[in-house]
């Protein structure tokens, strides 16, 4: 079976930025095997060394320890926490601060750990049959907000037994070829924010929705374009503040340019595809917040308020 971690590679002031994110193409999650204790409370996963060997004597190296496989900073340590999933693209919690992830098939699960051990439980299916999911978010209102293929839907429990049995779309008929929408989040406003990626590696787009963060009225369904000029978008976060940050990947060899942490400002231009090559937006967008360099993959972003960052 083919398993894939996933990988951390670069953290900042505040911001936890996820540069790849893949898993094992197994038939349904499940909970994780423990490490032992000392491996789960320890800085880092440290690998036995067998004290009786030969000084002299050379000992196959084994894997790298999970912290360093995650390319960790200093002081942070990493468990695999879940696994089993297929084709993960988006997580969340819930109002419950239970986990929830989204596969690109079209399953939701949720997990949680309900003993404290540090590990996931085994999962339970929240939905399937959603079609393409690229996306997921966790509503106020304790509802789930979905990223599919070409629209935006809510998907609620309307019984209460855990299992969402109601999909309602909110908008239809979004930019859907090559990268189509990704992340989505609910704004403090309480309005929708979605990302939709560009139809090309470097080109001035057909359709003013592309390459863009879009704000939807969750109420009315109404569109508007909140910032554009962002080639491919792959994650959103809010900061306390109330700032929306995004993680945007530059274009691809031979037009290369950087992968981008920005922070949103509406109705603000960021470069693409006229500047991108120097991380200059237009107007008020400014420069990049940072330059992550070419084709590192930024996929994933999440605010973190730790002394670890001070």
Known sequence: MQRRAVLLALVIPGLLLVLAAC????????????????????????????????????????????????????????????????????????????????ESG?????????????????????????????????????????????????????DGDGVADVVTPIVRGLPDRVRANNAIVEGPDGLIYVSIGSTCNDCVEASRLSAAILQIDPISSEIRLYASGLRNVSDLTFSPDGALWATDQGSLSPCLSPDELNRILPGAHYGWPYCAPEGEGFGDAGPAALLLGTETGAAGIAWMDSPLFA
Request: no cysteine.
């Open 23 to 102: 898993q094992s193409a197994s038939e349904a999650p499940a909970a994780a095997e423990s490490v032992g204790e000392e491996a789960a409370h320890d800085d880092a996963a440290v690998e036995e060394v067998d004290s009786d060997a030969d000084p002299g004597e050379e000992v196959a190296a084994g894997p790298p320890p999970l912290a360093e496989e995650l390319g960790l900073p200093p002081g942070m340590a990493g468990v695999r926490w879940a696994e089993g999933l297929q084709q993960p693209v988006g997580i969340a919690f819930d109002t419950e601060g239970r986990l929830l992830v989204a």
């Open 106 to 158: 079209g399953r939701v699960w949720r997990f949680q750990d309900g003993n404290g051990d540090h590990r996931a439980d085994p999962p339970q299916l929240v939905a399937e049959g959603l079609g393409e999911l690229r996306g997921i978010a966790a509503a106020a209102d304790g509802s789930v907000l979905l990223s599919q293929r070409g629209q935006v839907s809510r998907l609620t429990d309307s």
